[in-house]
């Protein structure tokens, strides 16, 4: 099991472009979740999906948007980029019927804004 | 609102010598506290959990409600163990959102 997994490694893109990020979540999670890490600051949620709905969002605006597959990966879409967009952007997988509250995150993916 | 907080952005200790990584948080209700690692070149991965009560690597944090605190500690620091260090909070939900610190690195020199 490779675990999570992330695509593309890297991105850049100019300001007003749109972008889509990738996440396959580890073998057997169903739930997952999005943050935003900018430089020197921690993770910030933005939303989790769970059967193919978005069930908790962060401070995050509408430009902000995702989307879960039946097969449990998910998708990250940014609209209408700004240069405040630059970040990693980690996806971070778990199972529902866990019991307790464990995350496993991916690589990350880095998002230039020019 | 919940937060955590790390007052430290860079703690340099020498090896051998104790270490404590400072938390603090505020939330309203039971949350669950979480200490989180980065080593150099690698993913975001849990090292413990407060309800779990593990030592993990050597390193253990025990959680203060009076304190609203949850240090990380280690007695004797090794050179492995330098990378960064996050503080997050959750629910009790399954897979509730984390809330994280803004990270503390932990430096080992000889």
């Known amino acids: 099991d490779a675990g999570v997994t992330q695509s593309p490694t890297h991105l850049i893109k100019t300001r007003g472009q749109q972008v889509t990020l990738r996440c396959s979540p580890k073998?057997?999670?169903?739930?997952v979740s999005w943050y935003q890490q900018a430089l020197g600051q921690g993770p910030q949620f933005i939303f989790q999906?769970?059967?193919?709905?978005?069930?908790q969002r962060g401070n995050f605006p509408d430009r902000f948007s995702g989307h879960q597959f039946p097969n449990y990966s998910s998708e990250l879409n940014v609209n209408a980029l700004l240069l405040g967009d630059s970040a990693l952007y980690l996806c971070?997988?778990?199972?529902?019927?866990?019991?307790?509250?464990?995350?496993?995150f991916g690589p990350g993916t880095r998002l230039t804004v020019l | 609102a919940q937060r955590v907080t790390q007052p430290e952005k860079l703690l340099s200790v020498f090896k051998g010598a104790p270490v404590e990584l400072k938390c603090n948080y505020s939330?309203?209700?039971?949350?669950?506290l979480f200490w989180y690692v980065q080593y150099s070149r690698q993913r975001l991965q849990l090292l413990l959990r407060?309800?779990s009560r593990e030592s993990i690597k050597g390193f253990t944090a025990d959680l203060n409600k009076g304190e609203t605190s949850f240090h990380l500690k280690k007695p004797f620091a090794q050179e492995e163990d330098s990378a960064m260090y996050y503080c997050?909070?959750?629910?009790?939900?399954?897979?509730?959102?984390?809330?994280f610190g803004t990270g503390t690195r932990l430096q080992v020199t000889l």
């Open positions: 073998s057997g999670h169903d739930t």
């Open positions: 407060h309800i």
């Open positions: 999906y769970y059967e193919e709905e978005e069930r």
């Open positions: 997050a909070l959750s629910g009790q939900r399954t897979a509730s959102k984390l809330t």
């Open positions: 971070a997988s778990s199972w529902e019927g866990q019991g307790y509250n464990e995350q496993f």
């Open positions: 939330y309203s209700g039971s949350p669950e």
